[in-house]
Each structure stands twice: as C-alpha cells, then as structure tokens.
C-alpha cells in the first residue's frame, strides 16, 4: 500500500515506518496522517509475516504535534452546525476531537508490539504517539525535546496523553510535567520512565530493531489484571495525601482561570479510577468540552495562530529580498547591549560588542560566558558551543570594525545627546546600506534618527529584558524609516528565534505604555485604601505573573517618579495632580526606596527573597478593611485599564493589527494568557460590555477609565476589534 505521510518497509519481520511528510519542514499531524496512521496500524496488524513494527521520522526531529488549525476547523464546523441540530453537531466534535485517540488505542491493543524512535523534538501528540507505543527509544544528546505543551494553548493532552502519563510516572512528577506544559530532556524523560532508553541518533533504528528482537511486551501493563497506579490509587492512604494537595496546587498555580487545566486534572482523577478504554473516553469527553471554551479559542488564536504567522514575518515587505546579517554591531555592553550580543552570538551571528572603555566591552561579554557556563552546568550546552559563541564576540571600543556590519543595535544610556553621539560616530564607520536600530525604551525613535544621515535606514528594535529569557521584540517605525529598514530588522529577529510586533512611533511604544497603566492602577488603588497585600493578589488572581506593586518595584520607581515630573513640566499648568504624585514623590524623594534595584519599594529585598513593606501604611494611610472592596471589581478594573489603553494605542494608529496588539502583551508583559490578550479581552466580553464596564468604572473612579471614541462606535453594534480590523488587511497593507 502506498502512503504520502509515511513508508513502510519490512526486513526480518519488522515493519519500519518512517514519517516524512512531503515539504514539509517539520512532520504535523493532520487529517491525512491520522488517515494513513490507521490503514498502517490494520496493514500491520493483518500481516501475519509481521512480528513487529518500528515508527520513527525521517526528519531530523520526530514531530511538532497536531495541527491546531485542524482543531479550528473542527470548532467552526461545530459552530456552524450548532445553530441546527446542537446533539447532533455535539456528537461530531466529539467523534472528531477524539480520533486521534481511538487511533492510538488501536495501535496500543493491536496485538502487536510497537517501539517509537524518536529524534529531535517530539511535541504533543507526537509524544501521546509515542506513549501508545510498547516502547521509546530517544536520540542521545541535547536535540532530543519531549513535551505535552497543550496547556500552554488553553488545552490539555486529549490523545491518551494525561491516562499514560499518570499510569507510567510517579504522580507528583507526572502531574507537574502535565500541569505545566515544559519540556523534558532524554535524561528526565528516562528518569521519569516516559522513554524506556537512549541511543545515538543515527543508531535509533537499529537499538528498537535489537529491543524488538529481545522482546517486546504488546499488551501494556494497564492492560492486565492486577495492574497497579505508580504512586497508589487514588482511594488509599497514599492517593487521600496527594489528590487533596495537588488540588490546592492548581488553584494557587492558576487561580482557576484555566479549563484547560482544570479538565485536565478532572480527567486525571476520574480517568486514573477506570479502566483505560473508559478513562480514554473520559478524557476525550473532557477535551470536546475544553476545546469549545472561549480561553481555549483565544489563546489558540493568539499563541498558535497568531505568532505563527508573526514568527513566519506576516508583517515583512514581501518586496524586499531577504537579508542574512552575518555581522552585527551592539553600541553599549551594558545589561541590554550585553544580552543583546548573547541571543545574537548564539544564533551564529558575529558579533561586535563596543563600549567606552575595553573593560565595560569585556564585562559585556563576560555575560555571554556567564550564560554559556550555566548552560553547560545544566547539560544544555557543551564546552565546545562556549567557545564556539565566544569567539563569535569582539569586544572593543574601536567603532571602525563596524565597518562590515548589515544591522547596528544602540544600546547606550537612555540619554538623547549620548544617543546621538553614537549614532554619528555609528554611522560614519558603517557601510552604505546597513541599518541601524536603536533599542530605546522610550525615546520617540523619529526625533532619535534626527541625528541620522540616512533616516530611512534608522529603526527601533526594542528588545525586553532579560534579553536570553524574553520572546518578544517590539519593532518601531520612524517617521522616515524605510521598507528595507524594517525587512532587516524582522530577518534578524528571525534568525534570533524570538516574535517580532511592529508598531509605530510614539512614547512609550505599545508595551511599555500599557505596563505602565497596570502600575498605576495599582497605586491608584492604594490611594483609595485598599489593602496592597489584596491589589498584589488581584493582579495574579486576573491572571497577571505578578502584582502592579512588584511590578512597579521592577521597572523602578524613581524612574517612575522621573516620568512623572517629565508630564508634569511638559503639561505646566494643564497638568492635575493626583494621588498616584504624592505617593511616588513620597517613596522616592523623601524615603529614596526606588525599587528592585535598591533592595526596598513597595517590597522590602533579602537576596532572593521579598516581603511587602510593612511601612507603606505610612506613605498611604491606614487602608481599609478588605471586605469593603470587591474582589471581582478590583481584578477587572487591572485588566480594563491595559485593555483600554491597547483601545486607546490602538486608535492613534501606533498599533495596526490585532494579531500584534494581543500576542505583544502576552509575551511582552504577561497580560492575562487566557484571554487571549488585550484586544481578544475587549472581543470576549463584546464591545458593548467592555464599553459599559468602563463608563461604570470612570463614574467610580475617573477619567482614566473614560472608553475612547473608536471603542464607544464599535460598541453601537456590539462589533468586534477581529471582524472590524481582520489581521488579513494588515498584513496586506504592510
Ligand atoms: P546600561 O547602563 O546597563 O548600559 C549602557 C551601556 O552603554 C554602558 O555599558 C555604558 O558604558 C555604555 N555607553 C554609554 N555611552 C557610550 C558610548 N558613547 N559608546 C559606547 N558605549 C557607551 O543600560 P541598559 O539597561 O543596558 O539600557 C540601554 C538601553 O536599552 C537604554 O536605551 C534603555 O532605555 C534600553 N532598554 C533597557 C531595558 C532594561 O530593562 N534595562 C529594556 C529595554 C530597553
């Protein structure tokens, strides 16, 4: 039988199928392989000249997992049927989204014994593929990535994924790799049982042909009577510990925001009591109900969907040729400049590190080494790759060896007239044609390329730190900045492996505008009296990482306080003073507790360890009782403000696709994942609420809560910021 997906060849008894789905740079799983994937397993099944079977890839990474457009599509189908026979268009998506498990099962049971080589990454239901199998073999080395991610998009693993684990693993082990999505190595996945032995990448096949030859069992141990969980069943002794204690656990992890997660654990529970064909059916039962919630379907959109398209460049000038920077210059070795280096370095960039003086260009780079020694503690990198990265790096003060360089990246003081000085002394070493970027956290950057000779060549590249660790990177359109500007920048960026947003010029940008309302609201909170301790828990329980307080303290105080005094002169008489002044002026001027960065804000700092300022009754006034706030209020009135201001960004056109506004402010500062992101936010409760929601809320507590006029004319018909600007037009107008 011929397959597109897949060959199959048989020697010695022993079917090998190898996955290589034609162009395609990675295998998925879609219609057509769960198609091919069945007729293979009954092929094999049927063969009685067949003893066993091989599945590997012949890729070099084994899968990327299911794709989610797939289950977007299933969910339209259902949405479209729904409005007719609802049982009927419930009952498809739930023979739909469960028949990738049926299949697995069927591999699982058929009698015959299965063994998985896997190399690379093995993502999803690749690993769910893999766990159905009767054994696994990993490639040794750091390629190998195992992961059940789909938590990350709002979902849980529906193919078999949360029963085998939990039937394979020690329970708290197997929970957390669940819970959290993260990835595991050859060494933690054989350690955790999930694979059952390593064995070099080009050896794969022949160590599962070996295994098979010894002897694979083909009915797994949940399969035969006496079968007994890792850690206990869940009505012992053992089980009445744990179950009680893992609740508790997710719902500090997620504050219930997540049905994703919650129906994994409901699955997990129920699942681990039945027999396997039962506690599949729970699973799947759970998996059509989480794929119909509205957290699955935006975050789905945004961190699937959407980045996708923004890592593939949705918003590069498809006009311009594509650009390898071979070289780059960073202008400042300092905290940005040096990460900067790093990310660069790593992707196999050259790199040429310039400060003042050839001891702050040294330190720089000692950051690299830094990093890379960490990562080879932690068996992430080899001594070899160290070096390797190293010798990418020239760290010097002598600015004509930016002479080769296809992209500079300024990372120098926030200060206009240091800034400038770079740029002319940048530019006067630079080779026509090359672009220079500046990484400014604030400076508008066309009054920056005021002082380039060439502005069409000057751009923003806002990088978020800590540079290695952060995924985002905000691209900002000077006035003057030209296409092949902008087509570097998003080449570099890609090359770089991070997401890129574009926007357009203005203060602040997008990201750090909106991070700064949410810290306003924050203090605007402790003004009216409420307890800091409860505004820092309602910043995590609206699902924020952290409180605006703790946040606040990050991005420092003082530089608050700098901003504004800033407003203030610029504004002159215009200019209201409110509550949110006396308490900055407070903190900072009178009792120099500037944050983070000091050891003491609004949190006092031990090493590690924080705790809140016990003296802020001080600066604030005695808050009142906690009962007189309303949880629910305070958490809506911290996620309100950034959506709005996102509205607001939005309307004076800095942002122009809805794709950006959302995927930036979940990966830039973290707004609330499960809604999709600020503008999904607005989409889920309607304009018309949204809008309702602010007008109460500006009644109660100001202006800053007054709804824009583009939101207040999308509100008259209840329209959505998707329908009204698809992200198809962006990209077309880009
Ligand atoms: P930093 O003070 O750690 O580093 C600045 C470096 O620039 C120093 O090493 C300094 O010696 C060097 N420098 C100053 N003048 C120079 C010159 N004429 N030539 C060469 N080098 C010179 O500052 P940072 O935190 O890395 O910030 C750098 C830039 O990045 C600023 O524009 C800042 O707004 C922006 N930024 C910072 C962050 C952050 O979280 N720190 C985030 C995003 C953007």
């Not at 392989?33 to 000249?49: G, H, K, N, W």
């Not at 049982?87 to 990738?100: D, N, V």
Request: proline share 4%.
């Amino acid at each position: 039988m011929a397959y597109t997906n897949f060959t199959l060849e048989t020697t010695d008894g022993i079917a090998l199928i190898t996955w290589d789905m034609p162009e395609k740079s990675m295998n998925v799983i879609d219609m057509s392989v769960m198609d091919e994937l069945e007729r293979i397993i009954d092929q094999v099944a049927a063969d009685d000249a067949v003893t066993g079977a091989i599945i590997t890839s012949g890729k070099a990474t084994f899968t990327g997992g299911a794709d989610l457009t797939m289950l977007e599509g299933l969910l339209r189908d259902f949405r479209k049927a729904h409005t007719g026979d609802a049982e009927a268009a419930t009952r498809t998506l739930f023979e739909g989204s469960r028949r990738l498990s049926l299949i697995y099962r069927k591999l699982e049971t058929c009698g015959k014994p299965f063994v998985a080589a896997l190399s690379g990454t093995t993502m999803g239901g690749g690993t769910e593929l893999a766990l159905a199998c009767h054994a696994r073999i990993a490639a040794e080395g750091d390629a190998f990535k195992m992961a059940l991610p789909e938590v990350k998009v709002g979902l849980f693993p529906g193919a078999g994924g949360t029963q085998r684990v939990m039937r394979m693993c020690d329970p708290q082990q197997g929970l957390q790799f669940l819970l959290q999505g993260k990835t595991l190595d050859a060494a933690k996945a054989k350690a955790m049982k999930l694979i059952d032995a390593t064995a070099p990448a080009d050896g794969l096949v022949a160590a599962a042909r070996a295994l098979l030859s010894a002897g694979v069992d083909p009915v797994k141990p949940w399969d035969k009577k006496g079968f007994r969980l890792p850690g206990g069943a869940i009505q012992s002794p053992a089980g009445f510990q744990f179950w009680p204690a893992a609740t508790a656990i997710y719902r500090r992890e997620t504050h219930d925001n997540y049905p994703g997660a919650r129906a994994l654990l409901q699955s997990v529970y129920e699942g681990l009591q039945l027999p396997m064909d039962q506690a599949l059916t729970v699973e799947s039962r759970y998996f059509a109900h989480v794929l119909q919630s509205p957290e699955a379907a935006a975050m789905i959109r945004s961190l699937f969907v959407s980045m996708q398209e923004l890592n593939k460049g949705a918003r590069r000038p498809a006009a311009q040729p594509e650009r390898r920077i071979a070289k780059l210059g960073v202008l400042g070795a300092g905290f940005m400049g040096a990460g900067i280096a790093y990310v660069s370095a790593r992707a196999g960039i050259e790199v040429v590190l310039i400060d003042r003086e050839q001891a702050a260009a040294d330190k720089g780079k000692a950051h690299s080494d830094e990093l890379m020694t960490k990562a080879i503690k932690r068996g992430k990198a080899r001594a070899e790759d160290k070096e390797a990265l190293l010798s990418r790096i020239t760290a010097t003060t002598d600015y004509a060896l930016l002479g080769d360089c296809d992209l500079v990246i300024e990372a120098v003081f926030e200060d206009r007239e240091v800034k400038r000085a770079v740029t002319e002394q940048a530019e006067a070493a630079m080779k026509p044609g090359a672009i220079y970027a500046s990484n400014t956290s604030t400076l508008p950057i066309t009054s920056l390329a005021e002082a380039s000779r060439r502005p069409a060549d000057f751009i923003g590249i806002h990088f978020f730190s800590p540079v290695d660790k952060m995924m985002l990177v905000e691209v900002i359109m000077g006035k003057q900045t030209g296409d092949a500007a902008l087509a570097t920048a998003l080449d570099f960026i890609r090359a770089i492996k991070k997401t890129p947003i574009v926007v357009n010029d203005s203060r602040g940008f997008y990201t750090s505008r909106v991070v700064m309302t949410y810290i306003r609201e924050g203090l605007m909170m402790l003004a009216d009296g409420v307890p800091a301790a409860m505004i820092e828990t309602c910043g995590k329980m609206a699902g924020m990482p952290v409180g605006p307080l703790s946040l606040g303290d990050e991005v420092a105080l003082d530089l608050a306080w700098k901003i504004v005094s800033a407003t203030r002169k610029d504004m002159g008489a215009a200019y209201q003073a409110g509550p949110l002044d006396a308490i900055l002026e407070d903190m900072v001027v009178k009792r120099e507790r500037f944050g983070r960065k000091n050891g003491k804000g609004f949190y006092d700092y031990q090493g590690r360890d924080k705790a809140l300022w016990p003296g802020i009754p001080e600066v604030t006034g005695q808050p009142k009782p906690a009962e007189d706030f309303d949880v629910a209020d305070l958490k809506q009135r911290l996620l309100v403000m950034q959506a709005l201001e996102t509205a607001r960004i939005f309307e004076e056109g800095c942002l122009s696709d809805v794709r950006e506004a959302d995927v930036g402010s979940i990966l830039g500062f973290g707004f609330a994942p499960f809604t999709g992101g600020t503008l999904s936010y607005i989409d889920g409760m309607g304009s018309k609420a949204f809008v309702a929601l602010c007008e109460r809320f500006a009644k109660a507590h100001g202006d800053r809560f007054a709804p824009n006029a583009l939101l207040k004319e999308m509100a008259r018909t209840d329209q959505r910021f998707y329908q009204r600007f698809p992200p198809e037009k962006a990209s077309e107008a880009a």
